[in-house]
């Protein structure tokens, strides 16, 4: 079955500091990965995804993410943190076994503190 | 998104009400999704429909019904609605298109059941 992790409930970082946000995932095949970030009464909003290509994914707000094929990684990342990042952020795979189905993280909440 | 609405946006019911949420759609888009969210769970999809003749159970489908009524709408009924329900639902819609793999997520439904 595929799969996704977020290790960490929370991430706390300095404004200014880079910051990371860690997502593992287990897939037959190639995988399509995302990465979503909800606001406080807000639906989720797109950042990024990997389908194919280059390994550094560039998203929205200046977040950028690794896919790491070897360490089944796709790690989050914004070099320099702003306290409105301050988010609930979550990863997601598309099943690709004939439903396309997404699989969610159970999210990580990002503390950017000023 | 505004292209993805969800109405009720709050709703407080009792147990063994039947319950209506409604999702509407101007994106054009073939496939539809139900998640609920639980702090800790991250989201679990309920039923997800591909176009107007399919309909599909996800992981958590027990206790609650779909319907497609055309392209754009797809509500979630909950028969008999128990506590453990409460939760934060949210419709999303995706595109059929190669590449187009994202998907849209309307603002929520926060469903309280006492």
């Known amino acids: 079955a595929q799969s996704v992790a977020q290790p960490e409930d929370q991430v706390n970082v300095a404004e200014g500091n880079p910051l990371t946000v860690k997502c593992t995932y287990s897939?037959?095949?190639?995988?399509?990965l995302f990465w979503y970030v909800q606001y406080p009464n807000r639906g989720l909003q797109f950042l990024l995804k990997?389908?194919?290509?280059?390994?550094l994914v560039k998203g929205s707000y200046g977040f950028e993410a690794e896919f790491n094929k070897s360490q089944t990684s796709f790690h989050l990342k914004k070099p320099s943190a702003l306290v409105s990042d301050s988010a609930l952020y979550f990863c997601?795979?598309?099943?690709?076994?004939?439903?396309?189905?997404?699989?969610f993280g159970t999210g990580t909440r990002l503390k950017v503190l000023a | 998104d505004a292209d993805v609405t969800q109405t009720p946006r709050n709703r407080i019911t009792k147990t063994g009400k039947r319950i209506m949420l409604e999702c509407s759609q101007t994106?054009?888009?073939?496939?539809m999704y139900w998640y609920r969210q639980d702090p800790g769970l991250g989201l679990r999809l309920i039923y997800y429909?591909?176009?107007?003749?399919?309909?599909n159970k996800g992981e958590i489908s027990d206790g609650y019904s779909v319907s497609r009524q055309a392209q754009a709408k797809f509500s979630l009924s909950l028969e008999s609605a128990i506590p453990n329900q409460t939760a934060l639902y949210f419709c999303?819609?995706?595109?059929?298109?190669?590449?187009?793999?994202?998907?849209?997520f309307g603002p929520g439904t926060r469903l309280t059941v006492l």
């Open positions: 999303a819609t995706s595109d059929l298109g190669v590449g187009s793999n994202e998907q849209f």
């Open positions: 897939v037959s095949g190639n995988p399509y």
């Open positions: 990997y389908i194919t290509g280059d390994n």
């Open positions: 997601a795979v598309r099943e690709f076994s004939g439903t396309y189905k997404y699989i």
């Open positions: 994106k054009g888009h073939d496939r």
């Open positions: 429909s591909f176009d107007v003749k399919d309909i």
